[in-house]
Protein backbone atom coordinates (compact mmCIF):
# COMPACT_ATOMS: atom_id res chain seq x y z
CA UNK A 1 0.00 0.00 0.00
CA UNK A 2 1.19 3.60 -1.39
CA UNK A 3 1.04 5.78 2.15
CA UNK A 4 2.63 8.28 -0.24
CA UNK A 5 -1.23 8.55 -1.72
CA UNK A 6 -2.22 10.35 1.29
CA UNK A 7 -2.79 14.00 1.42
CA UNK A 8 -2.98 16.55 4.12
CA UNK A 9 -4.74 19.95 4.66
CA UNK A 10 -4.24 22.80 7.70
CA UNK A 11 -6.55 22.62 10.44
CA UNK A 12 -8.32 25.72 10.43
CA UNK A 13 -9.32 25.18 14.35
CA UNK A 14 -5.93 23.90 15.89
CA UNK A 15 -6.94 25.56 18.82
CA UNK A 16 -10.47 23.26 19.54
CA UNK A 17 -10.69 19.98 20.23
CA UNK A 18 -12.90 18.51 18.10
CA UNK A 19 -13.61 15.03 16.49
CA UNK A 20 -13.76 13.08 12.36
CA UNK A 21 -15.83 10.87 12.16
CA UNK A 22 -15.35 8.67 8.51
CA UNK A 23 -16.15 5.94 7.55
CA UNK A 24 -16.24 3.40 4.12
CA UNK A 25 -18.45 0.80 4.19
CA UNK A 26 -17.29 -0.77 0.90
CA UNK A 27 -13.39 -1.46 2.24
CA UNK A 28 -12.05 -4.61 0.19
CA UNK A 29 -9.12 -6.70 0.64
CA UNK A 30 -7.99 -10.27 -0.31
CA UNK A 31 -7.31 -13.17 2.55
CA UNK A 32 -3.61 -13.93 2.21
CA UNK A 33 -4.53 -17.65 3.05
CA UNK A 34 -7.48 -18.20 0.42
CA UNK A 35 -7.30 -15.62 -2.12
CA UNK A 36 -10.87 -14.93 -1.61
CA UNK A 37 -11.92 -11.27 -1.22
CA UNK A 38 -12.80 -9.66 2.09
CA UNK A 39 -15.50 -7.20 2.75
CA UNK A 40 -15.32 -4.87 5.73
CA UNK A 41 -16.27 -1.52 7.23
CA UNK A 42 -13.23 1.13 8.10
CA UNK A 43 -14.27 3.95 10.34
CA UNK A 44 -12.02 5.96 11.39
CA UNK A 45 -12.33 8.56 14.28
CA UNK A 46 -9.60 11.16 14.71
CA UNK A 47 -8.61 14.93 16.93
CA UNK A 48 -6.94 16.85 14.65
CA UNK A 49 -4.13 18.77 15.59
CA UNK A 50 -2.37 20.88 12.78
CA UNK A 51 -3.51 18.64 9.84
CA UNK A 52 -6.52 16.88 8.62
CA UNK A 53 -6.89 14.08 6.25
CA UNK A 54 -7.89 14.88 2.16
CA UNK A 55 -10.82 12.75 1.96
CA UNK A 56 -10.00 12.21 -1.90
CA UNK A 57 -6.35 10.51 -1.32
CA UNK A 58 -7.82 8.69 1.11
CA UNK A 59 -10.22 6.80 -0.87
CA UNK A 60 -6.78 6.33 -3.33
CA UNK A 61 -5.19 5.15 -0.31
CA UNK A 62 -7.96 2.47 0.71
CA UNK A 63 -7.85 1.04 -3.43
CA UNK A 64 -4.70 0.01 -2.91
CA UNK A 65 -6.12 -3.04 -0.63
CA UNK A 66 -7.89 -4.27 -3.00
CA UNK A 67 -5.98 -7.32 -4.39
CA UNK A 68 -3.62 -6.88 -1.38
CA UNK A 69 -3.35 -10.21 0.95
CA UNK A 70 -3.68 -8.89 3.91
CA UNK A 71 -4.89 -10.01 7.37
CA UNK A 72 -7.75 -8.01 9.18
CA UNK A 73 -5.50 -7.24 12.42
CA UNK A 74 -2.95 -5.92 9.79
CA UNK A 75 -5.41 -3.59 7.66
CA UNK A 76 -6.34 -2.41 11.33
CA UNK A 77 -2.39 -1.78 12.16
CA UNK A 78 -1.43 -0.70 8.90
CA UNK A 79 -4.36 2.25 8.20
CA UNK A 80 -3.19 3.74 12.12
CA UNK A 81 0.33 3.36 11.50
CA UNK A 82 -0.08 4.96 7.93
CA UNK A 83 -2.57 7.60 9.27
CA UNK A 84 -1.22 8.49 12.75
CA UNK A 85 2.38 8.73 11.35
CA UNK A 86 1.04 11.36 8.76
CA UNK A 87 -1.08 13.57 10.36
CA UNK A 88 0.04 13.25 14.22
CA UNK A 89 -3.62 13.89 15.69
CA UNK A 90 -3.86 14.27 19.34
CA UNK A 91 -5.97 11.25 19.23
CA UNK A 92 -6.93 8.67 16.89
CA UNK A 93 -9.18 5.03 16.65
CA UNK A 94 -9.66 2.87 13.55
CA UNK A 95 -12.27 0.25 13.96
CA UNK A 96 -12.79 -2.18 10.99
CA UNK A 97 -15.55 -4.69 10.80
CA UNK A 98 -15.52 -7.38 8.48
CA UNK A 99 -18.33 -9.26 6.82
CA UNK A 100 -18.94 -12.58 7.69
CA UNK A 101 -16.71 -15.52 6.34
CA UNK A 102 -17.78 -18.72 7.22
CA UNK A 103 -20.06 -17.58 9.49
CA UNK A 104 -18.09 -15.99 11.71
CA UNK A 105 -17.35 -12.24 11.74
CA UNK A 106 -14.32 -9.88 13.63
CA UNK A 107 -13.94 -6.41 14.40
CA UNK A 108 -11.03 -4.75 15.30
CA UNK A 109 -10.08 -1.84 17.20
CA UNK A 110 -6.23 -0.12 17.46
CA UNK A 111 -6.28 3.51 19.28
CA UNK A 112 -3.53 5.97 18.94
CA UNK A 113 -2.69 8.84 21.89
CA UNK A 114 -0.31 11.92 21.54
CA UNK A 115 2.41 11.83 23.89
Not at 2 to 21: A, C, G, H, M, Q
Not at 41 to 50: A, E, F, L, N, S
Not at 54 to 70: D, T, V
Not at 82 to 104: C, F, H, N, Q
Given at each position: ???????VFDN????????????????????????????????????????CIEL????????????????????????????????????????????????????????????
Amino acid sequence: MKKEILEVFDNSYPERDYTIEIVNPEFTSVCPKTGLPDFGTITIRYVPDKTCIELKSLKYYFLEFRNAGIFYENVTNRILDDLAGLLKPRSMTVVTEWKARGGITETITVEYKAS
